[in-house]
Nanobody
């Protein structure tokens, strides 16, 4: 599996970004997809996930502002981020695995895309 993340950038607090993660090398519709982030000096943390059936899960701090989605026909997962906050500044990584609980154990990871939110 290969994952290519894109869509990061520099935005002001309150603005929006949409991240994309293009999947290749296997059958996309058989994989759950997720987004993690890592801020400078901090550990990587879970942001959102979506199962093959479309069930979603979010960390509490992004609920109501971030939306994860997938388009199986395009082998692509998205993370729509609205009302971004400075604490959202991080490198965002997409990950694929058969189940969300397997992300950290055996997931395939993309290269990351930088999101910087200025106050």
């Amino acid at each position: 599996v290969q994952l290519q993340a894109s869509g990061g950038g520099l935005v002001r607090a309150g603005e929006s970004l949409r991240l994309s993660c293009v999947f290749s090398g296997n059958i996309f519709r058989l994989h759950a997809m997720g987004w993690y982030r890592q801020a400078p000096g901090k550990q990587r943390e879970f942001v959102a996930s979506i199962t093959i059936g479309g069930n979603t899960n979010y960390r509490d701090s992004v609920k109501g502002r971030f939306t994860i989605s997938r388009v199986d026909a395009k082998s692509t997962a998205y993370l729509q981020m609205n009302n971004l906050k400075p604490e959202g500044t991080a490198v965002y990584y997409c990950v694929a695995a058969r189940l969300p609980r397997l992300f950290e154990e055996s997931g395939s990871w993309g290269q990351g895309t930088q999101v910087t939110v200025s106050s």
